[in-house]
């Protein structure tokens, strides 16, 4: 079992940048693929971004490629959203959330442990 603590949300202005980070208890946390999430209110949970266990793999969601950036390391048990060029569109609650197989999804159905999420605000 595995669990999973974000911070670095906060408010920013359009085109500011913010760096998630999602640190997670136990000795096995290179066992997990790692995704990142999102959900802004009187909406579904999305899919944000995906790392392989090894962090040698990304995938991410067509509204946010070219501008995020995951990234992990595992000796610190942290998993990173960089976020780039944001927009007021990005304002959400993002969740870390980790499942212990070999392969990513961006089903938020697949992933087993979920964080409380951290609140990004962006302003126009």
């Known amino acids: 079992q595995v669990q999973l603590v974000e911070s670095g949300g906060g408010l920013v202005q359009a085109g500011g940048s913010l760096r998630l980070s999602c640190r997670a208890s136990?000795?096995?946390?290179?066992?997990?693929?790692m995704g990142w999430f999102r959900q802004a209110p009187g909406k579904e949970r999305e899919f944000v971004a995906a790392?392989?266990?090894?962090?040698?793999?990304?995938f991410y969601a067509d509204s946010v490629k070219g501008r995020f950036t995951a990234s992990r390391d595992n000796a610190k048990n942290t998993v990173y959203l960089q976020m780039n060029s944001l927009k007021p569109e990005d304002t959400a609650v993002y969740y870390c959330?980790?499942?212990?197989?070999?392969?990513?999804?961006?089903?938020?159905?697949?992933?087993?442990?979920w964080g409380p999420g951290t609140q990004v605000t962006v302003s126009s």
């Open positions: 959330a980790a499942r212990q197989t070999i392969t990513t999804s961006s089903s938020p159905t697949r992933y087993d442990y």
């Open positions: 790392i392989t266990r090894s962090g040698g793999n990304t």
């Open positions: 136990g000795r096995t946390f290179s066992s997990y693929v």
